[in-house]
């Protein structure tokens, strides 16, 4: 016998979206499978590599890790939903002008972390970047080059602010 399903609503991206959920499944389950926000990858699927991480209430969160039945009055973004802000922009094109993908899996997780980091610390020294991307796993880039680009990106985004 299959679990039993409830209707949700979960605030995403800044709207409502109704999901149809069983005990057991994840938010990151939710976000790919049901409302098709593919941005959030699935690797381990249990909290290792931050591929997953989206942001619920401002901060970000592995969603392999949070059931979505605890999300019903959370607010979530994702990748998708935070493409447009000046931050995730600068991020983007400092992890171009850096080289800091490869495959690109990792490289939503990787925004996001990086973009929770630049809204909490607008002005991170390289050892902050590490420990705030140290639970983001990378198999391709050696890391160096995602450090460099949150570097760059902060610093951009520092110049805009000063900018008159
Ligand atoms: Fe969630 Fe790896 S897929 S932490
Ligand atoms: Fe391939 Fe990070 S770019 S895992």
Same mark, same amino acid.
């Given at each position: 016998? *299959?679990?039993?399903?409830?209707?949700?609503?979960? /605030?995403?991206?800044?709207?409502? =979206?109704?999901?149809? +959920? !069983?005990?057991?499944? *994840?938010?990151?389950? +939710?976000?790919?499978?049901?409302?098709?926000?593919?941005?959030?990858?699935?690797?381990?699927? /249990?909290?290792?590599? !931050?591929?997953?991480? +989206?942001?619920?209430?401002?901060?970000? +969160?592995?969603?392999?890790? *949070?059931?979505?039945?605890?999300?019903?009055?959370?607010?979530?973004?994702?990748?998708?939903?935070?493409?447009?802000? =000046?931050?995730?922009?600068?991020? /983007?094109?400092?992890?171009?002008?850096? *080289?800091?993908?490869?495959?690109?899996?990792?490289?939503?997780?990787?925004?996001?972390?990086?973009?929770?980091?630049?809204?909490?610390?607008?002005?991170?020294?390289?050892?902050?970047?590490?420990?705030?991307?140290? !639970?983001?796993?990378?198999?391709?880039?050696?890391?160096?080059?995602?450090?460099?680009?949150?570097?760059? =990106?902060?610093?951009?985004?520092?110049? /805009?602010?000063?900018?008159?």
């Amino acid at each position: 016998m *299959s679990a039993p399903r409830q209707t949700l609503q979960l /605030q995403v991206n800044g709207a409502e =979206a109704e999901v149809r +959920v !069983g005990l057991h499944d *994840s938010l990151l389950t +939710v976000l790919r499978d049901q409302l098709h926000l593919t941005a959030a990858k699935r690797g381990c699927n /249990q909290g290792v590599c !931050g591929a997953c991480t +989206v942001v619920r209430d401002g901060y970000p +969160v592995r969603a392999c890790l *949070s059931l979505a039945h605890g999300c019903t009055h959370a607010d979530i973004e994702t990748l998708e939903g935070l493409n447009q802000q =000046a931050a995730m922009q600068a991020l /983007q094109k400092a992890f171009a002008a850096e *080289s800091a993908f490869q495959c690109g899996f990792c490289t939503p997780g990787m925004l996001i972390t990086a973009h929770g980091l630049l809204l909490h610390n607008a002005n991170p020294d390289a050892d902050q970047v590490r420990a705030a991307m140290s !639970g983001n796993l990378c198999r391709c880039t050696g890391y160096a080059p995602i450090v460099a680009a949150v570097l760059q =990106a902060a610093a951009h985004l520092r110049t /805009q602010e000063l900018a008159p």
